[in-house]
C-alpha cells in the first residue's frame, strides 16, 4: 500500500474501500491491517486445508494449482472495478498487480508451513496441547466460528465418506474437483473482466 500512496501523494487522506486512510501510518490503521490479514489468513487456511485432499500429483504440482486457483478466485473477489483503488490511483495495473501479488505469495508460503506442520512426526501434532496453545489462540480467539464451522463440515463429510464405496468416494472427489474448475473458469472470466474495466 506504500507503493499506491508514493505513486499518488495527490490522493492523500482518501479512504480506500477497506477503510484504510491512504498516505497515512497510524497505529490503529496498522492494527486494523493486521486483524483484517488474520482474519483473511484463517479463512485461506481453512479453504486450503479443504482443499488439499482434492488436490492431486507430486506436491509441486498441488501447490502450484492451489496458489494459481487461489490467485484466480481472490483476485475476482478483491478486484473491484468500482472501488476506489481501482479508480483513483495511477498506474491503472499496479493497483491490480498488488493485489494479485498477495494471494500470489501468501498462498504457497502457507501451503507449505501447512503441509510442515501436518507431517506425522511435526512439533504441531507430536507436542503436547499446552505448548500448541498459543498458536491455536490465534484460530479460536478473533473468529472461534471458522474452526467450529470447518471441524463440522469434516466430520460430516467424513462420516458421509466412510458410509460410501470406494468408487463412489472417488466419484464424489473428481465431481468436486470439476465443480471447483467450474469456480475457478467463472473466476477467470470475472477477473479478466474487471482488469479490463480498471485499465
Known amino acids: 500500500m506504500g507503493i499506491l500512496a508514493s505513486q499518488n501523494p495527490e490522493e492523500k487522506g482518501v479512504i480506500s474501500d477497506d477503510g484504510f486512510e491512504m498516505g497515512r501510518i497510524s497505529l490503529g490503521g496498522t492494527s486494523?491491517?493486521?486483524?483484517?490479514?488474520?482474519?483473511?489468513g484463517l479463512v485461506a487456511a481453512l479453504i486450503?486445508?479443504?482443499?488439499?485432499?482434492?488436490?492431486?500429483?507430486p506436491a509441486w504440482f498441488r501447490i502450484a494449482s492451489l496458489t494459481v486457483g487461489g490467485t484466480v478466485v481472490?483476485?475476482?473477489?478483491?478486484?473491484?472495478?468500482?472501488g476506489v483503488d481501482f479508480t483513483?490511483?495511477?498506474p491503472d495495473l499496479l493497483p491490480v498487480i498488488l493485489f494479485l501479488a498477495i494471494p500470489l505469495v501468501y498462498v504457497p508460503v502457507a501451503a507449505l508451513l501447512t503441509e510442515h506442520w501436518l507431517r506425522p512426526t511435526?512439533?504441531?501434532?507430536?507436542?503436547?496441547?499446552?505448548?500448541?496453545?498459543?498458536?491455536?489462540l490465534v484460530w479460536i480467539g478473533p473468529l472461534f466460528w471458522l474452526p467450529a464451522v470447518w471441524?463440522?463440515?469434516?466430520?460430516?463429510?467424513?462420516?458421509?465418506?466412510?458410509?460410501?464405496?470406494?468408487?463412489?468416494?472417488?466419484?464424489?472427489?473428481?465431481?468436486?474437483?470439476?465443480?471447483?474448475?467450474?469456480?475457478?473458469?467463472?473466476?477467470?472470466?470475472?477477473?479478466?473482466?474487471?482488469?479490463?474495466?480498471?485499465?
Not at 52 to 57: D, V
Request: charged share 15%; net charge neutral.
Open 122 to 136: 511435526s512439533w504441531f501434532l507430536t507436542a503436547d496441547i499446552r505448548k500448541v496453545a498459543a498458536v491455536l
Open 48 to 57: 486450503y486445508l479443504a482443499l488439499r485432499t482434492l488436490a492431486f500429483g
Open 88 to 90: 483513483l490511483l495511477d
Open 32 to 40: 486494523q491491517l493486521l486483524l483484517t490479514t488474520l482474519q483473511f
Open 151 to 199: 471441524l463440522g463440515g469434516t466430520y460430516v463429510v467424513r462420516s458421509i465418506g466412510s458410509q460410501m464405496p470406494q468408487s463412489a468416494r472417488g466419484a464424489a472427489a473428481w465431481l468436486a474437483r470439476l465443480g471447483f474448475g467450474v469456480l475457478g473458469v467463472l473466476a477467470f472470466l470475472a477477473l479478466i473482466g474487471d482488469i479490463d474495466a480498471v485499465t
Open 74 to 82: 481472490f483476485g475476482a473477489i478483491l478486484i473491484d472495478d468500482g
